[in-house]
């Protein structure tokens, strides 16, 4: 599932995927990074928002994969992930994946990375995108990408978590309530 933003030119952007998911859920999440210079991009860096927990980026064969933290002990958090030393040659792009597990709670995870190019030059995607949708030149900064953290995720098929679980609980009261007749039925019978 990509980010759609409405009202800007047809330019790629670095965006994190999915745009969905479900609160407290554990969620592999990949970057999507085009190269839109003449020039191949050198780095990424990705600012992890508050609130996701266990980030564990994976391995990135030609690249160097650093990580800032914060907090000590069973209260330490990933604050930042960088990849370096490799390459996305010009008019390519490139994936780069991480999991993490959602917030517990809802909320929106606002995406801030900075693309560093061969020239040294930094493009910074860290905008709101509602500021955005005017904006013509994405040369220097443009458009973060938000994750909504949601309760009640609609899976494939249309079902919810919530009705998933109706359904389950619906099965397990039938299942007891059958049982329940036919023991009721052969202690009748055994009186």
């Known amino acids: 599932m990509s980010i759609a933003f409405t009202g800007l030119p047809a330019h790629a952007h670095v965006v994190v995927r999915p745009a969905e998911i479900g609160a407290a859920a554990f969620q592999t999440f990949t970057i999507g990074v085009p190269v839109e210079r003449d020039l191949p991009t050198m780095s990424i860096r ?3 928002p508050e609130g996701l927990r266990h980030v564990t980026p994976n ?10 933290k914060e907090g000590a002990g069973e209260d330490t958090r990933v604050t930042e992930v960088a990849w370096t030393g490799g390459t996305i040659p010009a008019g390519q792009r490139d994936d780069f994946l991480f ?3 959602a917030p517990a ?8 990375a900075y693309q ?4 040294g030059s930094v493009v910074a995607w860290d905008l709101d995108p509602a500021t955005t949708k005017d904006q013509k ?9 938000i994750t909504r953290v949601l309760n009640d995720v609609q899976e494939a098929g249309g079902e919810t978590g919530k ?3 109706a359904r389950i609980l619906g099965g397990i009261a039938l299942v007891v309530s059958v049982l329940t007749f036919l023991t009721a039925g ?3 019978q055994q009186t």
């Open 163 to 165: 009705d998933r679980m």
């Open 116 to 119: 560093t190019y061969g020239d």
């Open 105 to 112: 709670e809802e909320t929106s995870l606002q995406w801030k």
């Open 59 to 68: 391995v990135k064969p030609g690249w160097t994969i650093s990580t800032k």
């Open 99 to 101: 999991s993490a597990q």
């Open 137 to 145: 030149d994405f040369s220097t900064n443009g458009p973060s990408s």
């Open 46 to 48: 990705l600012l992890i």
């Open 186 to 188: 052969r202690r009748r």
